[in-house]
Nanobody
Framework: QVQLVESGGGLVQDGGSLRLSCAASGDTLNNYAMGWFRQAPGKEREFVAAISDLVPDWVGDNAYYLDSVKGRFTISRDMPKNTVYLQMNSLKPEDTAVYFC?????????????????????WGQGTQVTVSS
């Protein structure tokens, strides 16, 4: 069982930066692909970024990004801290949403699809990001 806790959200001006953190407990993240989804008011939850697990023989890319955040957002891992980060630069008002961290193993989540895991996934409670114009 994995527990995820997000932090780092807040209010920032257009063009500003934030770094979201997702701290995991209950298991090591080595065997889990990790990602971020977001949900804006009145909209469906959408994929933002994902990073592969550290299990050998993954043949895809190390990370995937929503087209609209490429070049602005970076997902990374800190294994000693069992934490995943989402560095968000050049934020825009349309990035305003609740951001959720997710973890799942390769058997239930192919991050190359940029869709949610199919089952046996773990989600954090979400952190609000608001970008003012």
């Amino acid at each position: 069982q994995v527990q995820l806790v997000e932090s780092g959200g807040g209010l920032v001006q257009d063009g500003g930066s934030l770094r979201l953190s997702c701290a995991a407990s209950g298991d090591t993240l080595n065997n889990y692909a990790m990602g971020w989804f977001r949900q804006a008011p009145g909209k469906e939850r959408e994929f933002v970024a994902a990073i592969s697990d550290l299990v050998p023989d993954w043949v895809g890319d190390n990370a995937y990004y929503l087209d609209s955040v490429k070049g602005r957002f970076t997902i990374s891992r800190d294994m000693p801290k069992n934490t995943v980060y989402l560095q968000m630069n050049s934020l825009k008002p349309e990035d305003t949403a609740v951001y959720f961290c997710v973890a799942a193993q390769r058997e239930t989540w192919n991050i190359a699809t940029m869709k949610p895991p199919t089952r046996e996934d773990y989600w954090g409670q979400g952190t609000q990001v608001t970008v003012s114009s």
